[in-house]
């Protein structure tokens, strides 16, 4: 099983999308094992988003996810990150398909209500980020016999 970070940014906490959030990618079959409210600071930022520093948009970035609460998630699954990457949809959200959470809440780039791990390793590093050990559960989910054919990994 595979775990991912969600992020619900600003946008989508002050749009009042987060149950929107939780529930497209709970009926999916995916199973979350953390979720707390946070305000994320400079340090958190700049560790989180290591690799747009030096990009001209990472001022605007930096400040836009500091002008709120944020709803972090992880969530755990069969292959989890590719099946999240197509429901939250495309990064440009004019460019994500109907259906998909920026392509039926967002029109900008800048504000794309999501963050979804790009990777297995990213995911596993970033939920660590966000959450420690007491903050994560592990827990039998009943349904999943009628979500998975085959349990192994």
């Given at each position: 099983?595979?775990?991912?970070?969600?992020?619900?940014?600003?946008?989508?906490?002050?749009?009042?999308?987060?149950?929107?959030?939780?529930?497209?990618?709970?009926?999916?079959?995916?199973?979350?094992?953390?979720?707390?409210?946070?305000?994320?600071?400079?340090?958190?930022?700049?560790?989180?988003?290591?690799?747009?520093?030096?990009?001209?948009?990472?001022?605007?970035?930096?400040?836009?996810?500091k002008?709120?609460?944020?709803?972090?998630?992880?969530?755990?699954?069969?292959?989890?990150?590719?099946?999240?990457?197509?429901?939250?949809?495309a990064?440009n959200?004019?460019?994500?398909?109907?259906?998909?959470?920026?392509?039926?809440?967002?029109?900008?780039?800048?504000?794309?209500?999501?963050?979804?791990?790009?990777?297995?390793?990213?995911?596993?590093?970033?939920?660590?980020?966000?959450?420690?050990?007491?903050?994560?559960?592990?827990?039998?989910?009943?349904?999943?016999?009628?979500?998975?054919?085959?349990?192994?990994?």
């Amino acid at each position: 099983m595979e775990r991912t970070l969600i992020i619900a940014k600003p946008d989508a906490v002050q749009r009042g999308l987060v149950g929107q959030i939780i529930t497209r990618l709970e009926q999916k079959g995916l199973k979350l094992i953390g979720l707390k409210m946070s305000s994320l600071d400079e340090t958190m930022l700049r560790t989180h988003y290591a690799e747009h520093i030096e990009k001209s948009f990472y001022s605007g970035l930096e400040q836009f996810m500091k002008s709120s609460p944020v709803v972090l998630m992880a969530f755990e699954g069969l292959e989890c990150v590719d099946a999240v990457r197509l429901i939250v949809g495309a990064t440009n959200p004019r460019q994500a398909v109907p259906g998909s959470i920026r392509g039926d809440f967002a029109m900008d780039t800048g504000r794309n209500i999501v963050h979804a791990s790009d990777s297995k390793q990213s995911g596993e590093a970033e939920v660590s980020n966000f959450f420690d050990s007491k903050e994560l559960f592990d827990y039998d989910k009943s349904e999943y016999v009628h979500v998975y054919d085959d349990m192994s990994p």
